[in-house]
Nanobody, 122 residues
């Protein structure tokens, strides 16, 4: 119902910054909540951040709080993840996803992007 395409991943040194972008298409009016998740090899999918339609709620995972900032531009049907003070443990494939409710549970997000690789070197 909603197509999501991530971009902006790449290789960055520890302490550096990167901004991820996710473009949404299709039934974008159903994207009440847009979120970011990440998954490293051999690990489970991990919640990162999410944002409501108006940006009124932006819950962050403790591991990224104070370093990452989520935002959205509904006119452009995009959600962003600004990542600062990156650490090697942030290395993962990052996915954007769409949900009808604010939640940290992956199973409650109906639509997912293909992911973009973020690698942080030490």
């Amino acid at each position: 119902q909603v197509q999501l395409v991530e971009s902006g991943g790449g290789l960055v040194q520890a302490g550096g910054s990167l901004r991820l972008s996710c473009a949404a298409s299709g039934r974008t009016f159903s994207s009440i909540v847009l979120g970011w998740f990440r998954q490293a090899p051999g690990k489970e999918r991990e919640y990162v951040a999410a944002i409501t339609w108006t940006g009124g709620r932006t819950p962050y995972a403790d591991s990224v709080k104070g370093r990452f900032t989520i935002s959205r531009d509904n006119g452009k049907n995009r959600v962003y993840l600004q990542m600062d003070s990156l650490k090697p443990e942030d290395t993962a494939v990052y996915y954007c996803a769409s949900s009808s409710v604010i939640t940290t549970i992956p199973g409650e997000y109906a639509d997912w992007g293909q992911g973009t690789q973020v690698t942080v070197s030490s």
